[in-house]
């Protein structure tokens, strides 16, 4: 085991066993418990009452009393899913991953796979683009060893039994896991489950080429000095391949839906030298991209301070790494089954695609914080890890066999992708009036308060509320994942209609039903994430009932069920310490992907629509955010003046202080001198 990241890792550890030494981290984690069946029944009449109109709620609260009445369906299926949790880790986990990932059959990027931007990084020349990806491989597999040994610190609760040991399983499903496309359902492949032994290779994707890149060489890992000289070697290669008849873009197959791409590598599989360049590329540990640069064209048209500085702004790093930004740049340069595809371009833009099934968002960022603070740790020090090897056999570069049949399938992909990325509205929200904060100085939870000004802005702009997902871990449990809060209150309908005028209220009116709604959405989360979600049990009583071939309940099959699980606001916090994001598609088409990041004084949101849709626009959604965001504060001062102001140094030479009252935010600046109106996004 490296001795610098093991020294990193039991620093990290240290500190939250000395901070929290009353919990055993040898007792196992507790299983996901079952809620109570009235409980979920009643909170899902709750949330669908606001989203609704009356004649159709009465119709719910009719067939969730004969659900739930004595005797009836719902007892029966409660008792065997209670039986069946005495019988599993997690009685959730399968059907849940199931639902949510195996069996959608729509392509995986922009609609599943999420993109992560890392803190932007500038490179003089080549060589220091191949140093820092070098770099990145050699602290990846550095971490991979703590991984391998699951010597991983344990992360803990933060609030709610503040310090509680969480499941850490997601963490050892994130190299050598991999998504194999089927017909109807996927199957993901992970480590714990292998029969072959463990990978020493990763993959390098290089103009639309794949080049295996061995990392251990006759038992020994390769230097960072190594692994420059061979990212040197697959460069050279991959330039002098380009023109090549042969380099198909077989990547783009794996953009496409996925029933296509099941049967497609299949196709591909009938071919010996297919089944090995297949085989090569979902048994390795991870995919490094080593991308073009991208043009300034690509920014939006309003980000005219990034563009005046020669630099690319967050929608354009965004789409990058969410899809590659279309075949004619670094979309197939991208495998997008394999769950860890880091992506490193020319141009200094650094990143990830990730495959989500294995692993929330929430666990790769703290693996990626802590990998990017560990690199910065060794390149400041110049540790060296192993003498270079002398003679070094060059990366193998893949190839393969493609009938007339898979050339097909290949230009279908190619048209079908980028419909997809010029279909994708992406704008990013750079608020930064406050951050985090400022909701905790009222004493108000800065994810609530993210999620109340989210349905204002819904409301606002859409005249309605919708259903809300937002993800809550459950890594408390045994194998936990995530359950659902819904923002989509009674008391947040009821709040956002004064804060619209619908209704007419006081100041002290609003600050009430904010603080009620504030509240409602707490404890619909505390709930949840201690195992009480409504969204997980209703699919587990209904995937029961199909499992023991009994007639669905109507309860399942009327239309308010399938309002109450189409999701046009889907939202999730994603926090981190850098200054790095994530980003992710919408799920349903009239709806939009809102993922947040509320650092102290900041609060950055990606946001995410489609274009033909005439329902939504992310622009018009993301300034409306901010005038709700602005609202609020100015809400919150009148009624509540806090003794502390935040305030801002970034903007202006002289480097005085302003108050916040007294500035616009770069989004409102920006607005102001673009001339084109209504703004639309530039990609």
């Known amino acids: 085991m490296p001795h610098p990241v093991k020294d990193y890792v039991t620093r990290v550890a240290s500190f939250d066993e000395e901070n929290f030494p009353e919990w055993d981290l040898a007792t196992p984690l507790p299983k996901l418990p079952v809620p109570d069946l009235r409980r979920t029944m009643d909170r899902y009449c709750k949330v669908l009452k606001p989203i609704i109109p009356e004649d159709q709620y009465k119709r719910v609260e009719e067939l969730v009393t004969d659900f739930c009445k004595d005797g009836g369906e719902g007892e029966y299926l409660q008792t065997k899913l209670k039986e069946l949790s005495k019988e599993q880790n997690n009685w959730a986990y399968n059907w849940w991953l199931d639902d949510m990932y195996m069996k959608a059959r729509l392509p995986l990027p922009v609609n599943s796979n999420p993109g992560m931007v890392f803190p932007r990084v500038h490179f003089q020349d080549q060589k220091e683009h191949f140093r820092f990806a070098a770099r990145l491989i050699s602290g990846i597999l550095d971490y991979k060893t703590i991984i391998d040994a699951r010597g991983l610190p344990v992360d803990r609760a933060n609030h709610l039994e503040k310090g509680q040991p969480l499941c850490m399983e997601q963490y050892y499903r994130l190299f050598s896991s991999y998504r194999i496309p089927g017909v109807n359902k996927d199957t993901l492949v992970t480590p714990s489950g292998k029969l072959l032994p463990e990978p020493e290779h990763i993959i390098v994707?290089?103009?639309?080429?794949?080049?295996?890149?061995?990392?251990?060489?006759?038992?020994?890992?390769?230097?960072?000095?190594?692994?420059?000289?061979?990212?040197?070697r697959i460069m050279k290669e991959a330039i002098a391949g380009e023109g090549e008849a042969n380099n198909e873009m077989v990547g783009l197959l794996t953009s496409a839906d996925r029933d296509s791409w099941a049967r497609a590598r299949m196709r591909l599989m009938q071919d010996s030298t297919n089944r090995d360049s297949l085989d090569m590329i979902e048994r390795c540990i991870f995919i490094l991209s080593l991308d073009k640069g991208i043009p300034l064209s690509f920014n939006h048209q309003n980000s005219i301070d990034e563009t005046s500085m020669n630099l690319?702004?967050?929608?354009?790093?965004?789409?990058?790494?969410?899809?590659?930004?279309?075949?004619?740049?670094?979309?197939?340069?991208?495998?997008?089954?394999?769950?860890?595809?880091?992506?490193?371009?020319?141009?200094?833009?650094?990143?990830?695609?990730?495959?989500?099934?294995?692993?929330?968002?929430?666990?790769?960022?703290?693996?990626?914080?802590?990998?990017?603070?560990?690199?910065?740790?060794?390149?400041?020090?110049?540790?060296?890890?192993?003498?270079?090897?002398?003679?070094?056999?060059?990366?193998?570069?893949?190839?393969?066999?493609?009938?007339?049949?898979?050339?097909?399938?290949?230009?279908?992909?190619?048209?079908?992708?980028?419909?997809?990325?010029?279909?994708?509205?992406?704008?990013?929200?750079?608020?930064?009036?406050?951050?985090?904060?400022?909701?905790?100085?009222?004493?108000?939870?800065?994810?609530?308060?993210?999620?109340?000004?989210?349905?204002?802005?819904?409301?606002?702009?859409?005249?309605?509320?919708?259903?809300?997902?937002?993800?809550?871990?459950?890594?408390?449990?045994?194998?936990?994942?995530?359950?659902?809060?819904?923002?989509?209150?009674?008391?947040?309908?009821?709040?956002?209609?004064?804060?619209?005028?619908?209704?007419?209220?006081?100041?002290?009116?609003k600050m009430t039903l904010f603080r009620e709604a504030l509240e409602s959405q707490q404890e619909f989360m505390i709930q949840t994430i201690l195992g009480h979600g409504i969204d997980c049990h209703l699919l587990g009583l209904k995937e029961l009932a199909l499992e023991l071939e009994r007639p669905l309940h109507e309860l399942f099959t009327d239309e308010t069920y399938t309002i109450a699980n189409q999701f046009p606001l889907s939202t999730s916090q994603v926090p981190t310490s850098m200054d790095a994001f994530m980003c992710y598609g919408p799920v349903v088409p009239d709806g939009y992907g809102c993922a947040y990041n509320p650092h102290p004084d900041y609060i950055l949101v990606a946001i995410t629509s489609l274009k033909d849709s005439e329902k939504t626009s992310s622009d018009l959604f993301g300034y409306t955010l901010e005038g709700c965001f602005n609202e609020m504060y100015e809400l919150c001062m009148r009624l509540n003046p806090t003794q502390t102001v935040p305030v801002e140094i970034k903007n202006g030479s002289n480097g005085v202080e302003k108050p916040m009252s007294s500035q616009k935010s770069r989004l409102v600046r920006q607005k102001e001198a673009c001339s084109e109106s209504p703004p639309q996004n530039g990609i």
């Open 205 to 232: 994707i290089c103009r639309n080429q794949y080049f295996v890149l061995d990392v251990i060489v006759n038992f020994m890992r390769l230097s960072e000095d190594n692994l420059h000289s061979q990212l040197e």
């Open 312 to 509: 690319r702004d967050d929608v354009s790093l965004a789409c990058q790494m969410l899809h590659g930004m279309g075949s004619k740049l670094n979309s197939a340069n991208r495998w997008f089954d394999k769950t860890m595809q880091f992506i490193v371009c020319e141009d200094g833009a650094c990143g990830l695609n990730y495959e989500h099934s294995p692993s929330e968002g929430i666990a790769v960022i703290k693996l990626i914080e802590h990998l990017l603070t560990y690199m910065e740790e060794v390149r400041v020090k110049k540790l060296v890890r192993m003498h270079s090897l002398c003679e070094l056999p060059y990366p193998r570069k893949l190839h393969w066999k493609l009938t007339p049949e898979t050339a097909q399938d290949i230009a279908a992909a190619d048209v079908h992708l980028n419909k997809i990325i010029s279909n994708l509205d992406l704008f990013v929200l750079r608020y930064e009036k406050f951050g985090r904060d400022f909701p905790k100085s009222q004493k108000m939870s800065p994810d609530s308060f993210i999620q109340l000004a989210l349905q204002l802005t819904q409301y606002k702009v859409h005249g309605r509320l919708v259903s809300t997902y937002e993800s809550a871990s459950t890594r408390r449990f045994r194998e936990g994942r995530v359950d659902n809060i819904r923002a989509n209150s009674v008391q947040a309908l009821a709040w956002v209609k004064t804060m619209t005028g619908k209704v007419t209220a006081t100041d002290e009116e």
